[in-house]
Structure formats: structure tokens, C-alpha cells
């Protein structure tokens, strides 16, 4: 974050030729801001801190952690590809009082979150783009500031665990069932391929995501 204020001015010559200072977060006023789609309790650094320079400029650099709110698509799961809001703003003030810009543009911005996401997990970072729009709320207008990130998943766990697995099985059915074999060994091999499915069927339920309205293809066929 950075704002200016024009009552914390001083000439560095004045004061030893020094042109900035590190000040605790509550010696001067700054915007509050808040998440739209923040659940829980928002974790941040003890460092809390700004630097203010002789002309009143001041700047925060403050990492925390927060838990937000998604609504997953999940239909094409584990070949899907989500994207969630992060929206920023301060209701505080109207945005005739308070005006918020982003310093950055998105392809820097995504630069950046590229540098800092270091989780080799099961998402993978793709794409960030930010809109800047005015939100009308009771009869007030606030700006907001809104982080579309997009994620895509990894689905080769997936593919080794679940869905060749259950190729191979269907293929095995197959073979059997239009080949030379018996009556009695068709039917046993039927019970086996039965078993085999059910296993998987149990271990896809454990593993499906259920936040969404859409159940995905990999679970209806």
C-alpha cells in the first residue's frame, strides 16, 4: 500500500539528512481495507511496520495469510480449471473520500505472484487479472479492487489412481467376456470385475470434490 500525506513533511537537511523513517502502523492514519469473501481469522506478520519518506509518502509491505470463499466448477474434474475472486475494498470510506488504484498492471502483478507462489502441490498457477470498479452500496459508492485468480489442476494423481485403473478393468471385462473362456470362468471373472469396480467407486467418492451443483463426468459414467 502506498498513500501520501501532506501533514508529515520535514527537510532532511534539517534533520540530519535523513529522508525516511520506519514507523509502527498505528502512529499515523491508514486505509483500512477488507476482503468481501474472507472467512475466518486473517493471519499476518508481527512486523508491522510503514516507511515514510520527507515528502509524506508512505508504503506497507504486509504479507498475511487469509482463507477466502470459492465456488468450485468441478464438471470436467480432474481436468478443471477454477478461478477465484479476491476482492478489495474499504467501507469506511465513500469513493469521493478514498480513492484506490492499483500501482502495478496485471501482467506484473502476475510476474510477481508467479515469485511467490512456491507450492509444487496439486494447483497449478496460471493466470491473474485485477478490475477496478465502483460497488454501490446503500445509496454510498466504494471502490473495489478485484483479483480474478486462476488455477489449474494437476490431474496426473488422478489419471495413474483412478482413471487407468479403471480402464484397464473395463478392457480386462471385455477380453473375457468375447473370449474362448467358459460359462464358470466369465462368471467369476464378472464377480471380480465387480469387486474391482466397487473399490474404485468408493475410492472416487472419497476423493470428489462436493462444492458444487454440477457433479463431475468422471462420476456419473
Known sequence: QEWTNSLVTWEPRDFC????????????????????????????????????????????????????????????????????????????????????????????????????????????????????????????QFYVLTCMVSMERRPILYVLNLILPTCALYLLDMAVLFGPSSLEEKINFQIAIILGSSMLAVILNNILPTSSNEPPVIGTC
Open 17 to 140: 539528512n535523513i529522508s525516511k523513517v520506519a514507523l509502527p502502523l498505528d502512529a499515523y492514519w491508514s486505509p483500512p481495507l477488507f476482503i468481501l469473501e474472507e472467512v475466518g481469522e486473517q493471519k499476518s506478520s508481527k512486523l508491522q511496520y510503514s516507511v515514510v519518506t520527507h515528502s509524506g509518502g508512505f508504503n506497507i509491505t504486509l504479507p498475511f495469510q487469509v482463507t477466502t470463499t470459492c465456488g468450485l466448477k468441478i464438471l470436467r474434474f480432474p481436468f478443471d480449471t477454477q478461478t477465484c475472486n479476491v476482492s478489495v475494498t474499504s467501507f469506511l470510506y465513500p469513493a469521493t473520500d478514498l480513492v484506490m488504484k492499483m500501482k502495478r498492471t496485471p501482467a506484473e502483478m502476475k510476474n510477481i505472484s508467479q515469485s511467490y507462489f512456491l507450492t509444487d502441490g496439486e494447483w497449478k498457477f496460471t493466470d491473474l487479472s485485477i478490475i477496478e470498479h465502483i460497488e454501490e452500496i446503500e445509496n454510498e
